[in-house]
């Protein structure tokens, strides 16, 4: 039952949430593992519809959704002061969980998928331990289209 999920209010649903990332960066190459916890924005009441389940018509909707993702890559960085350039090739394993009602049953819906996808953006740091970095992303393989971010963290700088 894939179609609630290719229409209002998925089809271009907002999603905050956490990542958690640690990179390495030595002699201008980046390594990173991370952990996403996103957490989709939208109203229970308008991701219901009618929907033709092997024709009989029946009363669909999304009562959750939640993911997860864990990824990894490899890619470049060339920092200049207090600003850093950074493009990636990653690796991301997406686990997701749904809960429908039709015509009032609940039924559980999980799936798992992998993507890759090329990212690049910009990092400015703020203060000696924090940054502020703007992020866009293009899926190559896989179900990720695009993403953008915005987002802020903690940086340790251990150059000798």
Request: zero cysteines; charged letters at 20%.
């Amino acid at each position: 039952l894939v179609a609630p999920f290719t229409r209002v209010p998925f089809d271009k649903a907002t999603v905050l949430g956490l990542r958690y990332d640690v990179r390495l960066v030595m002699s201008f190459i980046r390594m990173t593992v991370g952990f996403d916890l996103p957490f989709p924005t939208y109203k229970v009441s308008d991701s219901q519809m009618a929907e033709n389940i092997n024709g009989t018509m029946r009363q669909v909707s999304v009562q959750s959704l939640s993911a997860k993702e864990l990824r990894f890559g490899i890619g470049a960085e060339y920092q200049f002061k207090k600003v850093a350039l950074f493009a990636d090739l990653i690796g991301g394993v997406h686990w997701v969980n749904s809960e429908l009602a039709i015509d009032g049953f609940k039924a559980d819906y999980s799936a798992t998928s992998f993507a890759f996808s090329g990212r690049g953006g910009i990092r400015g740091y703020v203060r000696k331990w924090f940054f502020a970095s703007a992020t866009g992303e293009v899926g190559l393989i896989g179900d990720l289209v695009w993403n953008a971010e915005l987002s802020v963290g903690f940086a340790g700088n251990f150059d000798r």
